[in-house]
């Protein structure tokens, strides 16, 4: 089959390799019809992310159709049309029994590496290093889905895959994000980064209440794309954060703030310099520029909620700060199998309509030019999807 390869520091390629197999008996084989690259796949392409190897296969955010299943999954039959979390859970440990589905116990196979990083391993993610569990991932004509019998959602046949794809990953992390700003009515949230995850955090913030949005970005497109939703935005490039949020909140700052950057945040101000000059000597993995303004603009007692990615130690975290002011931090990767089913009947409500994301469509033989594309021209381009 054809798949999607990691093959170093901004270098993917589209090689033949070998079709994926049944290994165990809650295995599927998924006929991929439509994938998705993530802002967090730009992370490995950029190299941020450590235990990649040459000729792993990308790719999160996938869907099709069940071409094959162990003997042990009988929820779901040969021929269904599902979407796959991008979190892998084996559905049967204490973690996924307190629905802390990301924090799965049981799926990685080599958990040793993030142990020693963080303590505990989180759940193994499909493409994402070997970190988090090497398992091949879905920018790919086929993939295998470990534990089918718990992940998989199947979607009815009167919804595309472009309405429902995102399932995969960015609603569910976009809504989950809001969710864990604890909105009530009346509730200002402001939101760092209008990329794909951010547009659907603000999105969701509006469906859970929030009277008003503040989107931070400096692409113009993803301003808009905000605005479209309802959202006010302010151009960090060209305008002093800080004071237009005090401007905008009465000089209480927002009730809640989002960190939709992560790890590769820009910025105009001393400490983006800073971290970028750090990172540049290899000093750093994370810069955390976004998040520190998030946190400045945070009023007190509110929540900071981080969707956005991190992988190491972070430098000039202002602790003090969010002690100061009483903050709330809620954090990780998203708890998926939590929000499939809802979300599937939202989008299905017409609530939301996915495909709003969408700037472009490739060939899965073009990913290499829709790598490219997404990582240097944030402005033209927002979300792509990939047709193998
Ligand atoms: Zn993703
Ligand atoms: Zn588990």
Redesign the pocket.
């Given at each position: 089959m054809k798949a999607v390869t990691w093959c170093g520091k901004q270098n993917v390629k589209v090689e033949r390799v070998d079709d994926p197999k049944i290994i165990n008996s809650r295995d599927a084989i998924v006929r991929v019809t439509s994938t998705a690259i993530?802002g967090?796949d730009l992370h490995l392409y950029n190299g941020y992310i450590p235990t990649m190897g040459k000729g792993d296969i990308l790719g999160?955010?996938f869907m099709g159709e069940i071409v094959e299943l162990g003997h042990d999954v009988h929820n779901l039959a040969v021929g269904d049309r599902v979407v796959v979390p991008?979190t892998i859970s084996c559905g049967k440990c204490w973690f996924c029994e307190q629905t802390l589905w990301s924090l799965c116990d049981n799926s990685n196979p080599s958990p040793e590496k993030a142990e020693a990083m963080y303590g505990f391993a989180p759940s193994a993610l499909f493409g994402y290093s070997h970190l988090f569990g090497g398992y091949a991932g879905g920018q790919a004509e086929y993939v295998r889905v470990p534990f089918a019998d718990t992940g998989p959602i199947k979607v009815p046949d009167d919804l595309s895959d472009e309405q429902v794809l995102f399932l995969s990953?960015?609603f569910p992390t976009g809504y989950q994000a809001a969710e864990q700003c604890n909105i009530h009515k009346g509730d200002v949230v402001a939101i760092w980064g209008a990329g794909p995850v951010g547009q659907f955090a603000i999105r969701s913030a509006f469906m859970l209440g929030a009277a008003r949005v503040i989107a931070i970005d400096h692409y113009v497109s993803r301003l808009s794309m905000a605005e479209q939703a309802g959202a006010e935005t302010i151009d960090f490039s060209d305008e002093y954060v800080f004071d237009r949020i005090m401007d905008m909140t009465a000089g209480r700052g927002a009730d809640a703030v989002i960190d939709a950057v992560g790890l590769e945040s820009h910025g105009i101000t001393p400490d983006a310099l800073y971290d970028r000059l750090k990172a540049a000597a290899y000093a750093a993995t994370d810069r955390p520029h976004a998040l520190r303004q998030a946190i400045h603009c945070c009023r007190k007692g509110g929540t900071v909620s981080i969707p956005g990615v991190y992988g190491g130690l972070l430098d000039k975290f202002p602790l003090g700060a969010a002690f100061g002011k009483g903050l709330t931090f809620r954090m990780g990767q998203t708890h998926m199998h939590r929000y499939l089913q809802p979300l599937l009947d939202r989008i299905r409500n017409g609530d939301i309509d996915p495909t709003f994301v969408i700037t472009h469509r490739f060939k899965l033989g073009e990913a290499p030019k829709a790598y490219d594309l997404f990582n240097e021209n944030k402005t033209e381009c927002i979300k792509v999807i990939l047709k193998p």
């Open positions: 993530c967090s999160h955010e991008f990953d960015i």
